[in-house]
């Protein structure tokens, strides 16, 4: 009772409102990232069974939106809560200025900023709060790898160099104090330790897992990519096999003992942005912005293994919207970046993690 009366007090301090403090308080949060797909492609049975059925069994947010494009910036805003002036998919190295780094395309181009950045991110006040995290990255070539493409070192064709991992869907990368961390081999790790986790029920409070890009609805293009894996040609079959990770890194979940426990555990299946170049946006973006327009209309689902059932949940949120209801449901002290931007329609989302003491 004292511990609840003084998470309310600190959360209040730092802004918080009546639906903030109605967040259930949160043992685990996993969120899985998917790419470059609108809302109407994914709420399609015939199109993504799995995302889809998940949606309609436990909830959506039919209103969630990105903040810019293209992706990287994206991943930075949910982590960090803002794009801190990010507008290209630049290696996390790159800085302003001119540049022979093929992967510093842009470096001299208006409005460009340094890729690495400066600030406390959710990671951070985790580890303040005592809480462990982990971002888990498949085909990432080595824990803590910092790499900007990797491909599969199995292949004997172009998937041996293809950019299956690509460090501009990390999020994490981009932050400096994760590229100094003496530990940053603990905390960013491949698939095969999402699989040991999941097998010894050892998963963080917080995890951010990352399919590569054959996996994760992004597609590749090339030598030996498989025909599912190249959108152009086959942007069905690239939809049908990023569902099927999706549902398969679900289930797993539900697996662990911490699902079917007392304790308070979430699986989000959000995207990065929307296709093409839409501007669709809401909540602590800018239209005008260089790197904050509004990245269209996306498909962001939440399971609770507490929670109510069948929630649809058009309140308008974005990637900042989720940030400040990871912050709620770990009783964080602070929101950062737009994640306080209670003025411009930045909420908690509420509704989707509520928790039905009954099912408990």
């Known amino acids: 009772m004292i511990i609840s009366i003084i998470a309310a007090v600190i959360a209040a301090a730092a802004g918080a409102t009546i639906i903030?403090?109605?967040?259930?308080?949160?043992?685990?949060?996993?969120?899985?990232?998917?790419?470059?797909?609108?809302?109407?492609?994914?709420?399609?049975?015939?199109?993504?069974?799995?995302?889809?059925?998940?949606a309609a069994t436990y909830g959506t947010a039919t209103q969630f939106y990105a903040e810019v494009h293209p992706s990287e910036a994206n991943y930075v805003a949910l982590l960090g809560g803002d794009t801190y002036g990010i507008h290209d998919d630049d290696a996390?190295?790159?800085?302003?200025?001119p540049s022979d780094d093929p992967?510093?395309?842009?470096?001299?181009?208006p409005g460009y900023v340094d890729h690495t950045i400066r600030q406390p991110h959710l990671g951070t006040q985790l580890e303040a709060s005592g809480r462990?995290?982990?971002?888990?990255y498949e085909t990432l070539p080595a824990?803590?790898?910092?790499?900007?493409?990797?491909?599969?070192?199995?292949?004997?064709?172009?998937?041996?160099?293809a950019a299956l991992y690509a460090s501009k869907h990390s999020g994490f990368i981009n932050f400096a104090s994760v590229q100094a961390d003496p530990q940053r081999a603990r905390h960013i790790v491949g698939f095969d330790q999402l699989e040991m986790d999941i097998a010894a029920d050892r998963l963080p409070a917080f995890a951010l897992i990352v399919p590569n890009?054959?996996?994760?609805?992004?597609?590749?293009?090339g030598d030996g990519v498989p025909a599912d894996c190249d959108g152009s040609h086959d942007l069905a079959g690239l939809?049908?096999?990023?569902?099927?990770?999706?549902?398969?890194?679900?289930?797993?979940?539900?697996?662990?003992?911490?699902?079917?426990?007392?304790e308070n555990v979430a699986i989000i299946i959000g995207f990065d942005e929307g296709a093409g170049r839409t501007r669709e946006g809401c909540c602590g973006v800018t239209p005008g912005a260089i790197s904050n327009f509004g990245g269209g209309h996306i498909p962001m689902v939440v399971i609770t293994n507490h929670?109510?059932?069948?929630?649809?949940?058009?309140?308008?949120?974005?990637?900042?919207?989720?940030?400040?209801?990871?912050?709620?449901?770990?009783?964080?002290?602070?929101?950062?970046?737009?994640?306080?931007?209670?003025?411009?329609?930045v909420v908690p989302m509420t509704p989707l993690f509520a928790v039905d003491v009954a099912k408990r």
């Open 20 to 54: 903030d403090r109605a967040v259930p308080s949160y043992d685990h949060v996993y969120v899985i990232i998917e790419e470059n797909k609108d809302y109407k492609q994914i709420m399609d049975e015939n199109a993504a069974p799995n995302i889809s059925r998940l």
């Open 92 to 97: 996390f190295y790159c800085r302003p200025g």
């Open 103 to 109: 992967k510093c395309a842009g470096s001299t181009g």
């Open 132 to 136: 462990d995290w982990k971002g888990y």
């Open 143 to 161: 824990p803590g790898s910092t790499v900007v493409t990797a491909g599969d070192p199995t292949a004997t064709n172009g998937l041996k160099t």
């Open 213 to 221: 890009q054959c996996n994760e609805m992004h597609g590749l293009h």
């Open 239 to 262: 939809i049908r096999r990023g569902d099927t990770e999706a549902g398969q890194l679900v289930a797993a979940l539900q697996a662990t003992k911490s699902w079917t426990s007392r």
């Open 307 to 345: 929670g109510p059932r069948s929630v649809s949940d058009s309140t308008p949120y974005s990637h900042y919207s989720l940030l400040r209801t990871l912050e709620d449901a770990f009783r964080l002290p602070a929101y950062l970046g737009h994640a306080a931007d209670t003025a411009a329609g």
